[in-house]
């Protein structure tokens, strides 16, 4: 075989493990999105474990940053609930309770806010959601029994 056929041939080789490459990266990407519009809540894989601690157990909590225009149309979407911040709580211009708690927002640092959590009775993180609309907050409430952000915690 001479050079310029062997070259032909290693090149439609290559083109070939190349197309199915991306067959199967596509493949992948479907059955990611057919996953996700089955499940739209999105994926919970385990129970959160986070602990608030006892001044905010009970309450439905929202931890968030006055520079994030999502944070501000959440907070001002409930009614009863805690708003866990690191800045100043001047910083807000809301009826809810703003607490700055430097071991608290530590917790939830590490998630993009807002971060809407139902804590129990002993201040630990029982549901998670980091809302991505403003009208989610809603459904969220709805979903966990809370009502006027009261929660009613089953035994």
Known sequence: MNPGTA???????????????????????RLLRATVARDPGGFSA???????GPR?????????????????????RL???VLL?????????????VVRDREAWRVVSHLAPPVLMLVDAAGRVARVV???REEQVDDVLDEWGVRGDRVRLDP
Do not use: K
């Open 7 to 29: 070259f032909a041939v290693l090149t439609w080789v290559a083109i070939l493990v190349l197309f199915l490459g991306l067959a199967a990266v596509l493949r992948e990407v």
């Open 85 to 97: 911040t690191h800045e100043s709580p001047d910083v807000w211009d809301t009826r809810l309770d």
């Open 46 to 52: 385990a129970q959160p474990d986070l602990v608030l």
């Open 56 to 76: 905010f157990a009970g309450r439905v909590v929202l931890a968030a940053d006055s520079g994030c225009p999502l944070c501000v149309a959440v907070a001002r």
């Open 130 to 132: 980091l809302p991505v």
């Open 79 to 81: 009614t009863d609930a």
